[in-house]
């Protein structure tokens, strides 16, 4: 990432890197800086870097019927620092898949058969020259839309139980500048106009829907990327929590799972949902089970 600055750097099979080396680009893409540290030699070195990251998802293929977001196999501390993320889906479809393969057999038959209509040459020379020589700024009118559009979305959220779901964030505001700013470089214009806001909204939009969407409110939920619990998921855990330390003052430190269950439904929550809030609570720590069918704070 070091070597790549002012550059791109491609990653391919990002969820196959290990844990330690993935870590190590959590600095690089939200500070722009490398520093390390080895031999007595302490440096921080500069990594403006562009990064376009593939990655396969849990199962290997995603689920349409799913939520994208839970077969995202990768830390959302990770995947919420990059502007856009689109989920490729392998979906059959007869017209695509033909298309698709009148053109790869083709290719296999005579290789120079399709001439790109801008040579790679060309396009390359373009693209340095743009990032090279042009910096666009901000119009009125620009700046008019991504704030009206910010503004729109964050009053948009909506919740249960006191816990607004929030459908965009700082993050994301920041990542429609840049994407304002790289539409009007890609037609060489010093200004960023309102055209260009609208397409750099409408990129966004998509991706947000595409991974962000929560059926159970009906609303699009940043956390789902961000944090990997939903406001929904997030509002069932306070609940429960509230429900066990309403139940120790009465039954004492050991809590039959039974008797939370039963206060859940009666505060409109089914098992399924308590069951997965539990869980949650097991993994943070905050409760455990002394024994089979019991729960008790920690």
């Not at 039959?256 to 929550?269: M, S, W, Y």
């Amino acid at each position: 990432m070091v070597l790549s600055n002012d550059g791109l750097v491609c990653v391919d099979e990002l969820d196959k890197m290990n844990s330690e080396d993935r870590a190590a680009m959590h600095e690089a893409l939200e500070n722009q800086t490398v520093s390390i540290s080895k031999a007595n030699i302490q440096a921080t070195l500069i990594a403006r870097t562009t990064v376009l990251a593939a990655a396969n998802p849990k199962f290997g293929r995603f689920d349409p019927y799913g939520i994208i977001a839970d077969q995202i196999d990768l830390p959302p501390t990770l995947i919420n620092r990059f502007d856009l993320i689109f989920p490729i889906k392998d979906i059959p479809e007869e017209t695509k898949d033909e298309r698709m393969a009148k053109h790869m057999l083709a290719l296999h038959q005579s290789p120079d058969l399709n001439e790109p209509e801008i040579s790679t040459n060309i396009l390359r020379k373009f693209v340095a020259y743009a990032r090279q020589r042009i910096s666009p700024k901000l119009t009125d009118g620009a700046l008019e839309e991504i704030k009206d559009f910010y503004l729109r979305m964050r009053k948009s959220g909506g919740g249960e139980g006191g816990v607004k779901s929030i459908p965009i964030s700082a993050r994301q505001l920041e990542a429609l500048i840049r994407l304002s700013e790289a539409s009007a470089r890609s037609r060489l214009d010093e200004r960023v106009t309102r055209k260009d806001s609208k397409k750099a909204i409408e990129l966004l939009d998509y991706c947000l829907m595409q991974v962000g969407f929560d059926r159970e409110t009906g609303k699009i939920d940043i956390d789902r990327i961000a944090t990997g619990i939903t406001s929904t998921a997030r509002s069932h855990i306070m609940i429960l929590k509230d429900i066990i330390t309403e139940l120790e003052t009465k039954l004492g430190k050991t809590i039959p799972i039974e008797d939370v269950v039963a206060e859940a439904k009666n505060r409109g929550l089914d098992e399924d949902k308590v069951e997965e809030a539990m869980e949650r609570l097991k993994r943070a720590g905050d409760i455990f089970e002394p024994r089979r069918g019991f729960v008790s704070k920690i």
